[in-house]
Antibody, heavy 119, light 107 residues
Framework: EVQLVESGGGLVQPGGSLRLSCVAS????????MSWVRQAPGRGLEWVSA????????YYVDSVKGRFTISRDNSKSALSLQMTSLTADDTAVYYC????????????WGQGTLVTVSS | DIQMTQSPSSLSASVGDRVTITCRAS??????LAWYQQRPGKVPKLLIS???TLHSGVPSRFSGSGSGTDFTLTISSLQPEDIGSYYC?????????FGGGTKVEIK
């Protein structure tokens, strides 16, 4: 059974940093591109970042470029998102999601981890 | 960057009604479009990829169509369990932008 389990969310002050993790199981992790998607309270979905299966290609939405870094450790089936210079606009539930194929959307999602940026 | 615009932003329909949601890309994305359902308080669920390919386990009352810039998600006969929000997403190239969402309610 495919599972994605996020952790690392919490309350952080503006300007602070946080590292999110997503541990995968039930599939060959290195064979799949992965993404982070966030959802602010009461709002829609926003794609944040993606990384290729090998980890050699990374992508970001403009609003987080230079502040967030996505990475993966295929030996541990783990995906990470290092977030710095956080602002209130980054407050959201952060989901990790698996991309089924280049011709498909995200077929598995974690339960999400809440990041709250507030003083 | 390509923008994804969904309409309507919300709708209310009766059980058994045919429901149509549209998604428009600001530039052509061929058929690199997915649709998701997010029930209240739940994680998004993939419904359709490649604009019209139903994901495994998704009921056949859901269908998708379109290519280029204009896409449609249709629920042929709305059921009570279909309430929630629906999102389109382009995945041809980064950024993998979502549409703003359509909230579906039962009348």
């Amino acid at each position: 059974e495919v599972q994605l389990v996020e952790s690392g969310g919490g309350l952080v002050q503006p300007g602070g940093s946080l590292r999110l993790s997503c541990v995968a199981s039930g599939f060959t992790f290195s064979s799949y591109g992965m993404s982070w998607v966030r959802q602010a309270p009461g709002r829609g979905l926003e794609w944040v970042s993606a990384i290729s299966g090998s980890g050699d290609r990374t992508y970001y939405v403009d609003s987080v470029k230079g502040r967030f870094t996505i990475s993966r450790d295929n030996s541990k089936s783990a995906l990470s998102l290092q977030m710095t210079s956080l602002t209130a606009d980054d407050t959201a539930v952060y989901y990790c999601a698996r991309k089924l194929a280049t011709t498909s959307g995200f077929d598995y999602w974690g339960q999400g981890t809440l990041v709250t940026v507030s003083s | 960057d390509i923008q994804m615009t969904q309409s309507p932003s919300s709708l209310s329909a009766s059980v058994g009604d045919r429901v149509t949601i549209t998604c428009r890309a600001s530039q052509g994305i061929y058929i690199y479009l997915a649709w998701y359902q997010q029930r209240p308080g739940k994680v998004p669920k993939l419904l359709i990829s490649s604009a019209s390919t139903l994901h495994s386990g998704v009921p056949s009352r859901f269908s998708g169509s379109g290519s280029g810039t204009d896409f449609t998600l249709t629920i042929s006969s709305l059921q009570p369990e279909d309430i929630g929000s629906y999102y389109c997403q382009k995945y041809d190239d980064a950024p993998l932008t979502f549409g703003g969402g359509t909230k579906v309610e039962i009348k």
